[in-house]
């Protein structure tokens, strides 16, 4: 799951169906006080957090999540302006940061396309153990290498955290279609078929 903590709507409504389209489960606080209490009910794997908040600075939620035992990963939006906050957030634990040119003019798809790599990324040495697991699980035989990356990168992905009988999250997103896949997906998935036939 994706936790995304920005408190601007704007950017809200569109980095959410955007993730949801492609198949994350993300899921969104509504209020500044609730940040915490989701982080510890849900548990993201990737907590995308926009460094432009303020009352509480991004810097001042990263460190309360911290201080709360969140160990999930950390995507940081941000940019120049605000620097000294991102250095100061990299000794909390970040993984990724990526700029967001505000008011520059940049389309918001490039924006989206790279947060969802540096989500991609700071996901991978977890994809990449689960893919080793399975290989050693199929009593290390080779060929299978591509399906058991991309059946890792669907129990990395799709991992539900544990909830309480009874209790249902505020805000959580889901795809309510099948992602798009892009052509080199399809492609491979072709170079598959093909390979086992």
Request: glycine residues 8%; proline residues 5%; charged residues 25%.
């Amino acid at each position: 799951m994706i936790m995304v903590c920005t408190f601007r709507d704007d950017f809200r409504q569109q980095i959410v169906p955007y993730l949801c389209e492609r198949g994350y489960e993300v899921c969104t606080p509504s209020h500044r006080q609730d940040v915490i209490a989701m982080a510890t009910q849900q548990k993201p794997l990737v907590l995308l957090l926009d460094m432009y908040v303020t009352h509480p600075s991004g810097l001042e939620v990263l460190r309360d999540l911290r201080a709360h035992g969140f160990s999930g990963k950390v995507v940081l939006l941000g940019g120049s302006s605000i620097s000294s906050l991102i250095s100061q957030a990299h000794r909390l634990g970040v993984d990724q940061v990526v700029g967001d040119p505000q008011g520059v003019g940049i389309p918001c798809s490039i924006l989206m396309g790279h947060i969802e790599a540096a989500i991609r990324m700071t996901l991978h040495a977890l994809i990449a153990k689960r893919a080793y697991e399975l290989y050693e699980s199929r009593g290390r035989t080779h060929g299978h290498d591509q399906d058991d990356w991309l059946e890792a990168e669907r129990f990395i992905f799709k991992r539900e955290p544990p909830q309480k009988a009874g209790s249902k999250p505020s805000r959580i997103f889901s795809k309510e279609r099948q992602p798009k896949k892009s052509e080199l997906h399809l492609s491979i998935l072709e170079d598959a078929r093909e390979v086992k036939q």
